[in-house]
């Protein structure tokens, strides 16, 4: 009859209960089943898609043969194909043709025995167009150097006053013109170019205060009328400004037309002096040739 040790039971317990304690540590390791992978969650209808997994070997060591992969969607087969020496397998699938979520199963059976994997679930749908891109904005054309660029690129503080000696903003063919203006940068040096036909007339530099004296000479062939004086800084002020062109002629007007008057009028006053003069003359005649016959 052997003797009850309490040591010997507590050590017993303490084995009882340890090796439940693994039992239920790696219960769920074992229970675990593989998980599988998709090349992609989400395919087109009738686009294809791979699916892979590992493990599918034969825990049979009476039976070496290689394991199988079964796919399924629900309760209809949809693929096999055998497993690698070492476990791995790989399935290419055509998605199905409707739109939806499906759930695959996959299961590794290797004559004698198998297991599940994981069930996955696949997305079905039809890819949605992506909006067009926006069209790139056409980069603007350089604008030409001299080129009116209109009101709104004018440099603020820039003004071309007709004070002084500023000659206006009117000039025939051929005559001086002057402006004086202010609100350019320091020593900037400005090209002035006369438009509709662009005609540059000079390039003229700032004083230490802005201010930049124009002068130049109407061009002959210029046409007559409107125009627009052009001014641009090499520092990147700008302005621009009317211009009238008259024609020459005009310039001489009052002179022309002073001569030609005094030459119209002399011309008639001359000829009605000597009529005048040559009537005089007659009349005294006839009376001298009356006298004399009355004498007689």
Sequence with gaps: MSQFSPRRAVTAAGLALGTAALGVAFAPAAMAAPSVTVSQSTVAPGATYTVSGTECISQDSNYDALGVVFLAVGAQSADAE????????????????????????????WYTDGFDYQNFTLTVATPSTPAPAPAPTPASAPVAPGTPRGQAAITPGVTSPDTGAATGDRAPLGQKVVKVLTGFKPFEVVTVTLNSTPQRVGSFTADASGTVRIEFTVPAGTPVGDHTLVYEGDKGTYFQESFAVASATLATTGSSQLASTGASVALPLGLGLGALAAGGGLVFAARRRSAGAVQA
């Design 82 to 109: 055998p497993a690698a020496v070492n476990g791995s397998w790989s399935i290419t699938q055509t998605a199905p043709t409707e739109a939806g979520t499906y759930e695959f199963a996959a299961v590794c059976d």
